[in-house]
């Protein structure tokens, strides 16, 4: 089946540092991911939609400027949280569809803590 | 504003007994709902897919249904086992191919 791989699992980074997170789609490419944040407890809340080969669309309220979201390849999309603050500390999970099936796939997702 | 809610957010039962989840939408009529499986730290899990035009669908223990007119999903885990015990979370598609999802229903299987 479909498999997306996202990396780090775990990432404390300090205040003000930037942090690149990694989906990867390994058996399937994907010109479309989708970037979800989740607090604890709550559901997944959708960040933006990574377009490969063009810019990232960003649901109301995500700053862009925050979080870059870059699609290179039909196989990898990137999240990075710039100039991170303890606000940013949270739950993210991107995921993809290889349009073969009708679920969508999860990466494993990636706990951010700033310090 | 189109919201899709999931009634409860936990769920107690003991193992062995049918567990029935509720997902509701308003203002909207997906043309498909599914259901994810969670679990603590993890990405979600896809379990099922309804149709608008399907009133139900079966996947081992598992069985979804899509009732249009009270615009509601169940969600139902047969001979439940301390293993089913997760977040369960309904989604609705949206244009651009994106998933909204409910609150989530955490259920908790008992021995």
């Known amino acids: 089946g479909a498999v997306v791989s996202q990396h780090p699992s775990r990432v404390i980074c300090k205040s003000g540092t930037s942090v690149k997170i990694e989906c990867r789609s390994l058996?399937?490419?994907?010109?479309?991911m989708f970037w979800y944040r989740q607090f604890p407890k709550k559901s997944l809340m959708l960040m933006a939609t990574s377009n490969e080969g063009s810019k990232a669309t960003y649901e109301q309220g995500v700053e862009k400027d925050k979080f870059l979201i870059n699609h290179a390849s039909l196989t990898l999309s990137t999240l990075t949280v710039t100039s991170a603050h303890p606000e940013d500390s949270s739950f993210y999970i991107c995921?993809?569809?290889?349009?073969?099936?009708?679920?969508?796939?999860f990466g494993s997702g990636t706990r951010l803590t700033v310090v | 504003s189109q919201k899709i809610e999931q009634n409860s957010e936990a769920l107690n039962i003991q193992e062995g007994k049918t567990a029935t989840l509720t997902c509701n939408y308003t203002?909207?009529?997906?043309?498909?709902l599914q259901w994810y499986r969670q679990d603590p730290g993890r990405g979600p899990v896809f379990l099922l897919l309804i149709r608008e035009n399907e009133k139900e669908k079966r996947k081992e223990r598992l069985k979804v249904t899509f009732d249009t007119t009270l615009k509601q999903s169940l969600f139902h885990i047969t001979a439940s086992q301390p293993a089913d015990s997760a977040t369960y979370l309904c989604?609705?598609?949206?244009?651009?191919?994106?998933?909204?999802f409910g609150g989530g229903t955490r259920l908790m299987v008992k021995p």
């Open positions: 058996d399937f490419q994907a010109t479309t």
């Open positions: 203002n909207y009529s997906p043309a498909y």
């Open positions: 989604a609705r598609d949206n244009a651009g191919n994106m998933l909204t």
């Open positions: 995921s993809a569809n290889d349009n073969a099936n009708y679920g969508y796939t």
